[in-house]
DNA sequence: ATAGGGTTAG
């Protein structure tokens, strides 16, 4: 509403006071002033709502609200001040109204997060006959993109078309950006391509889009054919290539983007610098990550909670948690985030107390509330150190809703303890879930497979079959000088593949001596049978770690990539080698990290 | 007169 202040009491309100400079201008108008430029500085220089509401009414009494450029700029504002109430009030009210008024509308209810209201004064600026202008319909296009509207979106790039509006940069960049944040990263980069020219923004929420969707190498093809453009990048690009290079896992296209960094001199903002610390961390070197981390002035909640989460999933559980103390002295509170990152540190480490103890506080001392994911912490955690009735009895009590993570934690849980009966209700609630996801299949036929119950696994697979699933192949990702080299299971495509499977050879037996023995448990059924005989010695991480051995130099630790879970019998395979080859490995197996150092792991084996 | 893209978990 209005405020309902009198002429008389306005005219000697602070307003005056503010506006002296405005009134040595047209002096001789005020405070009856019929100058629009008066009255549209005067609400330029407006420092909150109140003296808004009284240009408003001194307009309101001088009549000048019948000036269309007094009331939009009015109306204008009101959005920038998120009044959005007041905005919407007055522009009922308006007798006029041309395309800005409707834009700013639409912008308004954008900004102040009013979805509903922002498309819903968007369809009436169609209905009405309006031309909707190339400032409404980005406003619109976004409020399609923040409530994932594909349908509307499509709609309104439709209309686009039947209008013959013009696709000027800012249109085509809201529309990719939807089409990409909707999932539809194809017809994202289908208008992209189609594009003319692009600008720095466009350019940008491709790049970030392909890294997003899993495919962070386009991201980077996409960051060099920009700059061969002649488009130069700036900060947000650079946060979202580094935010590319933690997702390949890439260290050597880590350091490059960090070098570049460097020499256009981007100051480390606390975007920039977060993105950084979780690039280091998820390309394997948890130093770099801390080191970035020590150089940042200003750290919030993100920072920390990266730091705290890359300690965790590298092992260094106690790191993690000693962490937490000084960020709250630091004066930041946590977020849910920051629990998930610490429990989710306990369970990497198998530091089963302070899990307890973090689960149970973070709602009584930090009024945060846990949700599924703390569960599945908890249930990972309790699970793994074979408290499997513990994490059942969590399950059956929690109040919020179960989900796939969930039963996926408890299910290998019962892998590593051999719980099948468990195991059976996990696994069912998982395929009710998912019941397309083959990896739940195989989760469970190795169960089965462990407990020598054939009948069962061939049941399992015989459901696959019908339900034509196929296990997508893993593969695993080794950096040696520079290059990255790619095998799958029981791979001969490697130009160097003799010489790993010579390593490979010399490796085992060397390693028998010391009493490995293969653990063909965990193998099973992850590819065709017919290939089962042939690929026992030969896991992917295993080849790549042979490679390692042939092809980096001396004394520099093997960076493996993984992008499933790494199994127990590459597990105990890399710790000896770590031993007898004396060279660090570090495996990335999905999510987590395990640095093996002369026959030891960061996890302390608990995994 | 008006306009945009960015960081942490899973």
Redesign the pocket.
């Known amino acids: 509403m209005v405020d309902p202040l009198t002429p008389s009491q306005h005219r000697q309100d602070t307003f005056l006071d503010h506006h002296t400079h405005i009134g040595e201008i047209s002096e001789s108008h005020f405070p009856f002033s019929f100058d629009p430029k008066f009255y549209i500085s005067a609400l330029l220089s407006c420092r909150n709502l109140t003296q808004i509401k009284q240009v408003h009414a001194q307009a309101t009494v001088n009549g000048m609200l019948q000036n269309?450029?007094v009331a939009?700029?009015l109306l204008?504002i009101y959005t920038q001040y998120k009044a959005i109430d007041e905005a919407y009030i007055f522009f009922g009210s308006m007798r006029e109204r041309?395309s800005?008024s409707w834009?700013?509308m639409v912008?308004g209810f954008e900004?102040a997060g009013d979805y509903r209201n922002c498309l819903g004064t968007f369809r009436e600026v169609i209905r009405s006959g309006v031309k909707p202008?190339?400032?409404t319909l980005?406003f619109a296009i976004?409020a399609c993109r923040d409530t994932i509207d594909l349908q509307t979106g499509r709609v309104i790039h439709h209309i686009v078309h039947k209008f013959g509006l013009h696709l000027?940069?800012?249109?085509a960049?809201?529309i990719v950006?939807m089409y990409a944040k909707c999932g539809v990263i194809e017809d994202a980069r289908l208008l992209f391509d189609k594009m003319p020219k692009r600008?720095?923004?466009?350019w940008?929420?491709m790049i970030?889009a392909h890294a997003e969707c899993g495919n962070a190498n386009e991201s980077l093809i996409l960051f060099d054919r920009m700059r061969e453009e002649g488009v130069v990048p700036?900060?947000?690009?650079m946060?979202?290539v580094v935010?590319a290079c933690?997702k390949l896992g890439a260290m050597h296209k880590a350091k490059l983007v960090h070098d570049y960094i460097s020499m256009k001199q981007f100051s480390l903002?606390?975007?920039?610098g977060?993105?950084m610390i979780?690039m280091y961390a998820k390309c394997g070197s948890i130093d770099s990550a801390r080191e970035i981390f020590d150089r940042l002035k200003e750290k919030?909640?993100?920072?920390w909670?990266?730091m705290i989460?890359a300690y965790g999933?590298h092992g260094h559980g106690r790191k993690a948690l000693d962490l937490f103390p000084v960020m709250l002295r630091s004066g930041i509170l946590p977020?849910?985030?920051?629990f998930?990152?610490l429990l989710?540190a306990c369970s990497h480490t198998g530091l089963i107390d302070e899990g307890r103890r973090i689960f149970y506080s973070m709602w009584e001392d930090y009024s945060v509330r846990p949700d599924v994911?703390h569960y599945?912490c908890m249930v990972d955690l309790l699970g793994r150190a074979g408290k499997l009735d513990e994490a059942l009895e969590l399950i059956d009590n929690m109040s919020v809703k179960k989900d796939e993570?969930l039963w996926g934690a408890l299910l290998g849980a019962c892998r590593i303890h051999g719980h099948i009966i468990l195991a059976e209700k996990a696994a069912k609630s998982l395929l009710d879930l998912q019941p397309r996801n083959p990896g739940h299949y195989v989760l469970l036929s190795n169960i089965y497979a462990k407990a020598g119950r054939w009948e069962d696994v061939a049941k399992v697979r015989e459901l696959m079959t019908q339900r034509r699933l196929k296990k997508t192949p893993g593969w695993t990702w080794i950096e040696v000088d520079n290059k990255t080299h790619q095998f799958s299971v029981g791979d001969k495509t490697h130009p160097r593949s003799k010489e790993i499977y010579e390593t490979l050879k010399i490796l085992s037996e060397k390693l028998e001596l010391v009493g490995y023995v293969p653990d063909t448990n965990f193998v099973l059924h992850d590819v065709d049978e017919e290939l089962k005989a042939g690929i026992l010695y030969t896991h992917s991480e295993k080849l790549a770690i042979a490679f390692g051995l042939v092809g980096t130099s001396e004394g520099m630790p093997i960076r493996i990539t993984k992008n499933l879970r790494i199994c127990g019998d590459c597990h105990t395979f890399s710790k000896l080698v770590s031993e007898i080859a004396r060279r660090e490995i570090v495996v990335r197996d999905a999510?987590r990290f395990h640095h093996f150092k002369e026959g030891a792991c960061s996890c302390g084996d608990y995994w």
Do not use: C, E, H, M
Request: hydrophobic share 40%; glycine share 4%.
């Open positions: 269309l450029a939009n700029k204008y041309d800005f834009s700013v912008g900004k202008d190339n400032y980005p976004r000027d940069q800012f249109v960049a809201a950006d600008d720095l923004v466009t940008t929420v970030s700036d900060k947000v690009t946060v979202t935010f933690a903002d606390v975007i920039l977060t993105a979780d919030n909640v993100v920072s909670s990266a989460a999933y977020n849910q985030i920051t998930v990152s989710y994911k599945t993570g999510n």
